[in-house]
Nanobody, 123 residues
């Protein structure tokens, strides 16, 4: 069964850091691009980052570039999202998704997604 399980969310003060994890089950990181989205209450889904290991591709929108870093650990079949210098506007539910490539991710053409992990940044 294909599954993504996120963890690592929580409450942090502005300027702090969190590292989110996304463990993949039922497939390897060679098979799909893994991306992160976030969604805050009353707002639309916002793309955050994407990585495709076998093409050595990463993607970040301007809103998080320089503050967030995506990486992968093949041995653990896990993708991480390191979030530094967090701001209150980063507060949202973060969830990881699988897509054929990061281009498909950017188009919102997703194959599967996790249940999400909540990140709350206090001012």
């Amino acid at each position: 069964e294909v599954q993504l399980v996120e963890s690592g969310g929580g409450l942090v003060q502005a300027g702090g850091s969190l590292r989110l994890s996304c463990v993949a089950y039922g497939f390897t990181l060679d098979d799909y691009a893994i991306g992160w989205f976030r969604q805050a209450p009353g707002k639309g889904r916002e793309e955050i980052s994407c990585i495709m290991r076998n093409f050595n591709t990463t993607y970040y929108p301007d809103s998080v570039k320089g503050r967030f870093t995506i990486s992968s650990d093949d041995a653990k079949n896990t993708v991480y999202l390191q979030m530094d210098n967090l701001k209150p506007e980063d507060t949202a539910n973060y969830y990881c998704v699988g897509a054929f490539t990061c281009s498909y991710y950017q188009l919102g053409d997703l194959e599967f997604w996790g249940q999400g992990t909540q990140v709350t940044v206090s001012s």
